[in-house]
């Protein structure tokens, strides 16, 4: 789960983490009201969306002016005049792909005197079962490019968890960014705040992305993105509250209401898979033979009758879908089970696409069976590899 930038703020602020001050808009007409709260003399009238590059960004409307989708103001006129031509519009960026989002919020900030940038994020390292963090002197850019032109700029270390985060963590990144005196105490308290809330609140990503040095000596974080990890969201009722559904695709969110793992892709063939390992294989072979998944949608391996029937409406929902391929290998999954909700779904919204099933393994026999008796235009296949041969050639007509 994402959430936008002023609610990262607001909760890295419970921590006693250093961020300016600032007040989130909904509506252009209380613009002024947050400008004037601030007092200036200088704003940033930043777009909430959940997506990077909005400094970069350029919104599709010519009445949203050119400047991208961050803006600094030197009046409150001009942030009226920004919040009116920016919230309703669409801002495309690098990370939100042509179509672009919404602005439905905006965030007025108070200017920063900048004298340096930095990168700073922590994220959950798999590799070694730790919480690492990762520092760079190259703040304010994409990481991907400083990664890829000058990694040697790039610095990371895990901590612990036996013993959280100790003095030499803070020193590292005061050492890796170049700061001394006042400046690297101020990193190793910062360090500490950070893997505070990262725990706290069962974070997946923290990335502040610049933190900076004002000319006044303090280090600041001037933009953070948070991501959590959804399997502990039942402990964080707080953070789920803040969920922003206008920036998710409604099918997904339609999908997490029965515990389906779905991720809408940009393809033709609908896919309904159970286990991770064959969807990405399902995915994969529809890709060899041409075509492109429509989806990711992992049913589970104890996957009710109910639960087929939303995964099957949920990928028949989607306009993009010509075809469908229902891939199942039965273990803890019985294929009578899925061949039941596939009826039950094909019953209520209808089938206008080709559907192609493969079954195998835990009662495929009354599987195929109730398929074969259900009257479905159902084309069967053998194995994956014809199954994905035959869904290819009928969403080719």
Request: glycine share 10%; with cysteine.
């Amino acid at each position: 789960m994402n959430i936008h930038e002023y609610q990262a703020k607001a909760i890295l602020r419970e921590f006693g983490v250093p961020v300016s001050r600032g007040v989130p808009v909904l509506a252009a007409k209380d613009a002024e009201a947050a400008a004037r709260e601030l007092g200036g003399p200088l704003w940033v009238v930043k777009a909430q969306i959940h997506a990077g590059g909005r400094g970069k960004g350029k919104f599709k409307e010519k009445e949203a002016g050119d400047k991208g989708g961050v803006r600094l103001a030197k009046s409150v006129d001009e942030v009226k005049a920004f919040a009116a031509q920016m919230l309703g519009r669409t801002l495309v960026t690098v990370q939100t792909g042509p179509a672009g989002k919404q602005v439905n919020r905006l965030y007025i900030e108070e200017g920063s005197d900048i004298e340096r940038e930095f990168y700073l994020s922590a994220l959950v390292d798999r590799a070694s079962s730790r919480v690492a963090f990762v520092v760079s002197t190259e703040g304010g850019v994409n990481i991907e490019d400083v990664a890829h032109r000058t990694p040697g700029k790039i610095h990371s270390f895990s901590v612990d968890p036996a013993t959280g985060v100790m003095p030499h963590h803070g020193r590292t990144v005061a050492q890796a960014l170049g700061l001394a005196g006042d400046l690297a105490k101020q990193a190793e308290r910062l360090v500490r705040q950070l893997y505070a809330a990262f725990i706290a609140k069962d974070m997946a990503m923290l990335e502040i992305n610049p933190l900076i040095v004002t000319r006044q000596g303090e280090l600041r974080c001037l933009d953070a993105k948070i991501s959590f990890d959804d399997n502990a969201l039942h402990r964080h009722q707080e953070i789920v509250a803040l969920r922003d559904q206008t920036e998710e695709d409604a099918k997904e969110i339609e999908a997490s209401k029965f515990d389906l793992n779905y991720i809408a892709l940009e393809g033709t063939i609908g896919c309904m898979v159970n286990g991770a390992g064959l969807a990405m294989a399902t995915m994969d072979i529809i890709k060899l033979y041409g075509e492109a998944p429509a989806n990711f949608l992992d049913v589970g391996g104890g996957a009710s009758k109910e639960k087929v029937t939303a995964a099957f409406k949920i990928i028949t929902a989607d306009p993009n879908v010509k075809g469908i391929l229902v891939n199942i290998f039965g273990g803890i999954m019985r294929c009578d089970v899925i061949a039941e909700g596939v009826i039950a779904a094909v019953k209520e919204v209808g089938l206008k696409v080709p559907l192609v099933v493969r079954l195998e393994g835990t009662n495929v026999d009354l599987g195929k069976k109730i398929l074969r008796e259900s009257g479905l235009n159902v084309i069967p296949a053998d194995d994956l590899d014809d199954a994905a041969q035959k869904v290819v050639k009928a969403v080719r007509g």
